[in-house]
C-alpha cells in the first residue's frame, strides 16, 4: 500500500495510506540509504552523510519516507531547502524535513526484499516483520498473509501481526451510537475490498474488542444482541461471511468457540469454511479442542474421515499424528474391499472343421467355427475415490502438522515416529528432528 499524494502536509499522518504508530529506529534500513535526522528540539542536524546526499536528495525518485510517529509516506519525493517535497513537480507539497526520521529509496528496499526472499524462502514472518519497519507495508502484507496459511509459520506470524499492528490499516471501531449489527455492517463492508487473512483478523480482532469480554458484565438481552450478527453471518450463503463470523467468534470467545469450531469443520458444505474451521481450532493453542475429531479418523463414513483428517491438518496439533498414521496404515478402510475376476485380452475366431453329414447330402458344407481367448485374468479389488482422497489428505495431514517427509507408505510413516520416544502434544511444525531430542 502506499500513498500517491499528500493533500495536507501536516495531516498526512492521518491519512487512510498512513499508518501511525511510534516511530522505529530505521534511518539506516538499506546501506547506503541516506536518512534525515532531527535534533530534540526539531530542528534539522546537519551531518557530513546528509551534506554528501544532499544532491541524491534533489532527484525526484521514488523513495520511503518515515515520519516520527512511525508514519510511513511511500511516493515520488525529493528534497530541497529543509523540506521534503511529495508528489510529482506540478502537485507536490511540502513536508518539513524534521519531521522525517529515515528517507529510502524504494529501488533499493525491494532489491532487498528480493533478496531476502530468495534467501530465506519460508521465513515469511521474518520478511514480513522486515517489511513493515522499513516501510515496504504492501509487500509485508503479503509475506504475512503467506506466514499465517503457512503452518510452520503461523505462530510467528500471529507474533508479528500483533507486534506490528500499528502499521496496518485500521478496521472501523466501534462508536457510541453504534449497535452490533451496524458494527458488523461497517467491518464486513470494510473487509469485501480487502478479504485477505491478514485483513479478516484485524477486523475480527476490532469486533472481539468491542463484545463484551465477559458474559456476566452484561445482561443476557445485551450478549443476545452481539451473538445475533454472528449468528445470522454463520447462516449466510457466503462462506466469505461464514470465515469472518467464526473468526470473530474465535477472538471474542476464546475456548468457549471450540464446539462450534469443530461442528463447521465437519458438517459446513464449502471446504473453505471447513479449513478455516480447523485453522481456528489450532490457534486456541489447546489440543484437547481435537480430540472429539480425532476420534472420526476411523469413521464408517468414508466423507467424514476425509473432512476430519483435513480439519486435524489445518489446526495442526501433534496429538493427532498417532491416529492419521494409523489411518494410513488401514489402507483407508478398517474393511476388505469388495474383489472380483476381471479378464484382459481378445479372442480369435477360426474355422475348425465342417459338418460332413451336412456335406454329404448337400452342396455346400457347414463350417464349425470356434474361437480362441488369449489374455490374462487378474482378482482386482474396487476401491472408490473417495478412499483414495482419504489417502491422500492423510498423507498432506501429516506433512503439515509435522513438517516432515518420510515417505509415502504407512511403513515409512511408522519407521519414523518409532524414533522419538514419545510425541508431545504440544509439537508444532516443524517437529523436532529425533536426533535433537
Known amino acids: 500500500m502506499r500513498l500517491s499524494r499528500i493533500v495536507n502536509p501536516l495531516a498526512s499522518i492521518a491519512l487512510a495510506w498512513c499508518f501511525s504508530g511510534t ?27 546528509q551534506e554528501q546526499a544532499r544532491s541524491d536528495w534533489s532527484q525526484l525518485r521514488r523513495r520511503v519516507l518515515r515520519l ?25 507539497q511540502a513536508l518539513p524535513a524534521h519531521l522525517v526520521t529515515s528517507a529510502l529509496e524504494e529501488k533499493a528496499l525491494l532489491k532487498e526484499h528480493a533478496r531476502r ?15 513493515f519497519e522499513v516501510g515496504l507495508l504492501k509487500e509485508g502484507l503479503a509475506a504475512l498473509d503467506d506466514a499465517l496459511s503457512s503452518h510452520q509459520q503461523r505462530s510467528a ?19 457510541s451510537e453504534d449497535d452490533p449489527q451496524t458494527l458488523w455492517d461497517r467491518q464486513w463492508l470494510w473487509l469485501q475490498a480487502r478479504h485477505t487473512l491478514t485483513m479478516e483478523r484485524l477486523a475480527a480482532q476490532t469486533w472481539a ?5 465477559d458474559d456476566r458484565s452484561r445482561t443476557q438481552e445485551s450478549f443476545d444482541a452481539w451473538m445475533a450478527p454472528l449468528t445470522q453471518a454463520s447462516a449466510n450463503g457466503s462462506p466469505a461471511q461464514r470465515q469472518f463470523a467464526l473468526h470473530a467468534l474465535t477472538l471474542w470467545r476464546g475456548d468457549r468457540s471450540a464446539p462450534d469450531l469443530q461442528r463447521f469443520a465437519l458438517l459446513d458444505a464449502s471446504e473453505r469454511v471447513r479449513l478455516q474451521a480447523g485453522w481456528l481450532l489450532g490457534t486456541l493453542d489447546n489440543a484437547q479442542h ?3 475429531i480425532i476420534g472420526l479418523v476411523d469413521h464408517d463414513q468414508m466423507e467424514v474421515r476425509v473432512r476430519a483428517t483435513q480439519a486435524l491438518g489445518q489446526a495442526g496439533y501433534a496429538a493427532a499424528v498417532p491416529a492419521l498414521v494409523a489411518s494410513l496404515q488401514s489402507g483407508g478402510s478398517a474393511h476388505r474391499v469388495p474383489h472380483a475376476h476381471v479378464f484382459f485380452g481378445k479372442q480369435t ?18 463350417p464349425i467355427v470356434n474361437v480362441l481367448p488369449s489374455g490374462v485374468v487378474l482378482d482386482a479389488g474396487v476401491r472408490s475415490v473417495t478412499i483414495e482422497r482419504h489417502l491422500i489428505e492423510v498423507r498432506r495431514s501429516l506433512q503439515q502438522i509435522t513438517g516432515h517427509r518420510p515417505g509415502a ?25 529425533p536426533d535433537s531430542l
Do not use: M
Open 23 to 49: 516511530a522505529l529506529a530505521t534511518s539506516q534500513g538499506v546501506e547506503g540509504a541516506p536518512a534525515v535526522s532531527a535534533s530534540e528540539n526539531g530542528a534539522p542536524i546537519a551531518s557530513h552523510a
Open 68 to 92: 516520527h510517529n512511525g508514519a510511513v509516506v511511500r511516493d515520488l519525493t525529493r528534497y530541497d531547502q529543509d523540506q521534503w517535497w511529495i508528489g510529482p513537480r506540478s502537485r507536490a
Open 117 to 131: 526472499s530468495k534467501a530465506q524462502p519460508h521465513a515469511s514472518a521474518a520478511l514480513a516483520a522486515w517489511g
Open 157 to 175: 506470524g500471529l507474533r508479528v501481526l500483533e507486534r506490528q499492528r500499528r502499521y496496518l490499516p485500521k478496521p472501523p471501531s466501534w462508536q
Open 209 to 213: 474488542e468491542a463484545a463484551p469480554a
Open 290 to 292: 481435537v480430540r472429539p
Open 349 to 366: 475366431a477360426y474355422v475348425q472343421d465342417f459338418d460332413v453329414e451336412v456335406a454329404s447330402a448337400s452342396a455346400v458344407a457347414d
Open 409 to 433: 507408505s504407512a511403513r515409512s510413516w511408522n519407521r519414523w515416529l518409532e524414533r522419538f520416544p514419545t510425541v508431545d502434544a504440544a509439537w508444532r511444525a516443524p517437529w523436532p528432528t
